[in-house]
Protein backbone atom coordinates (compact mmCIF):
# COMPACT_ATOMS: atom_id res chain seq x y z
CA UNK A 1 0.00 0.00 0.00
CA UNK A 2 1.35 3.66 -0.61
CA UNK A 3 1.81 6.05 2.27
CA UNK A 4 0.29 9.70 1.78
CA UNK A 5 0.73 12.66 3.62
CA UNK A 6 -1.40 15.60 4.00
CA UNK A 7 -0.42 18.88 4.80
CA UNK A 8 -0.84 22.59 4.77
CA UNK A 9 -4.39 22.78 6.51
CA UNK A 10 -5.00 25.44 8.69
CA UNK A 11 -7.64 27.86 9.90
CA UNK A 12 -8.17 30.95 7.24
CA UNK A 13 -10.92 33.77 7.16
CA UNK A 14 -13.42 33.29 4.52
CA UNK A 15 -12.67 34.44 1.12
CA UNK A 16 -8.99 33.63 1.74
CA UNK A 17 -6.85 30.49 0.02
CA UNK A 18 -4.94 27.69 1.36
CA UNK A 19 -2.54 25.41 -0.38
CA UNK A 20 -2.75 21.47 0.18
CA UNK A 21 -0.16 18.77 -0.40
CA UNK A 22 -0.38 15.09 -0.52
CA UNK A 23 3.43 13.46 -0.43
CA UNK A 24 3.58 10.00 -1.86
CA UNK A 25 5.30 8.12 -0.51
CA UNK A 26 7.07 5.48 -3.30
CA UNK A 27 8.25 6.70 -6.62
CA UNK A 28 6.76 3.58 -8.41
CA UNK A 29 2.81 5.46 -7.89
CA UNK A 30 4.95 8.29 -9.79
CA UNK A 31 1.70 9.82 -11.73
CA UNK A 32 -0.69 7.79 -10.56
CA UNK A 33 -4.36 9.22 -10.61
CA UNK A 34 -5.01 10.99 -6.55
CA UNK A 35 -7.87 12.11 -5.54
CA UNK A 36 -9.19 14.49 -2.43
CA UNK A 37 -11.89 13.79 -0.37
CA UNK A 38 -12.81 15.89 2.93
CA UNK A 39 -15.31 14.97 5.69
CA UNK A 40 -17.40 17.74 7.72
CA UNK A 41 -18.24 16.65 11.34
CA UNK A 42 -21.43 14.91 11.35
CA UNK A 43 -20.89 14.31 7.61
CA UNK A 44 -20.35 11.76 5.11
CA UNK A 45 -16.38 11.86 3.26
CA UNK A 46 -17.42 13.71 0.39
CA UNK A 47 -15.10 12.95 -2.96
CA UNK A 48 -13.54 17.04 -3.83
CA UNK A 49 -11.29 16.36 -7.06
CA UNK A 50 -9.29 13.56 -8.73
CA UNK A 51 -5.81 14.58 -10.79
CA UNK A 52 -5.39 11.61 -13.30
CA UNK A 53 -2.10 9.81 -14.62
CA UNK A 54 -2.79 12.30 -18.07
CA UNK A 55 -2.61 15.48 -15.55
CA UNK A 56 -6.40 15.74 -16.08
CA UNK A 57 -8.33 17.10 -13.74
CA UNK A 58 -12.25 16.92 -12.83
CA UNK A 59 -13.74 18.65 -9.92
CA UNK A 60 -16.90 18.49 -7.99
CA UNK A 61 -19.48 21.10 -8.82
CA UNK A 62 -19.41 22.69 -5.29
CA UNK A 63 -15.74 23.35 -5.54
CA UNK A 64 -15.10 23.93 -9.40
CA UNK A 65 -13.96 26.88 -10.42
CA UNK A 66 -12.33 27.79 -6.99
CA UNK A 67 -10.18 24.46 -5.99
CA UNK A 68 -7.10 23.53 -8.68
CA UNK A 69 -5.34 20.78 -8.52
CA UNK A 70 -1.52 20.02 -9.64
CA UNK A 71 0.89 17.75 -9.87
CA UNK A 72 4.73 17.84 -9.28
CA UNK A 73 6.12 14.52 -10.43
CA UNK A 74 9.73 15.26 -9.46
CA UNK A 75 8.56 15.62 -5.75
CA UNK A 76 5.71 12.74 -5.79
CA UNK A 77 3.56 15.26 -4.81
CA UNK A 78 -0.03 16.82 -5.79
CA UNK A 79 -1.62 20.09 -4.52
CA UNK A 80 -4.62 21.25 -3.87
CA UNK A 81 -5.09 24.92 -4.46
CA UNK A 82 -8.47 26.46 -2.33
CA UNK A 83 -9.40 29.80 -3.72
CA UNK A 84 -12.48 31.64 -2.22
CA UNK A 85 -13.02 29.43 0.55
CA UNK A 86 -15.99 29.44 2.30
CA UNK A 87 -16.98 28.30 6.03
CA UNK A 88 -18.90 25.30 4.31
CA UNK A 89 -15.43 24.43 2.81
CA UNK A 90 -14.36 23.77 6.67
CA UNK A 91 -13.40 20.16 6.98
CA UNK A 92 -10.38 17.55 7.57
CA UNK A 93 -9.02 16.33 4.02
CA UNK A 94 -7.58 13.47 3.13
CA UNK A 95 -5.69 12.14 -0.08
CA UNK A 96 -6.61 8.83 -1.57
CA UNK A 97 -4.60 6.56 -4.20
CA UNK A 98 -6.74 3.33 -5.42
CA UNK A 99 -5.83 0.93 -7.71
CA UNK A 100 -6.76 -2.75 -7.60
CA UNK A 101 -8.28 -3.95 -4.61
CA UNK A 102 -5.86 -1.75 -2.90
CA UNK A 103 -7.25 2.03 -1.48
CA UNK A 104 -4.65 3.95 0.70
CA UNK A 105 -5.71 7.47 2.56
CA UNK A 106 -3.62 9.66 4.40
CA UNK A 107 -4.19 10.66 7.97
CA UNK A 108 -5.99 14.01 7.10
CA UNK A 109 -5.24 17.50 7.19
CA UNK A 110 -8.20 20.11 9.08
CA UNK A 111 -9.01 22.97 7.21
CA UNK A 112 -11.17 25.95 9.27
CA UNK A 113 -12.91 28.46 7.30
CA UNK A 114 -13.85 31.32 9.96
CA UNK A 115 -14.29 34.63 10.46
Known amino acids: QVQLVESGGDLVQPGGSLRLSCAIS????????ISWYRQAPGKRREWVAT???????DYAGSVKGRFILSRDHAKNAVYLQMNNLKPEDAAVYYC?????????WGQGTQVTVSS
Open 51 to 57: IFSSDST
Open 96 to 104: NHRIGSSDS
Open 26 to 33: ESRFRGHA
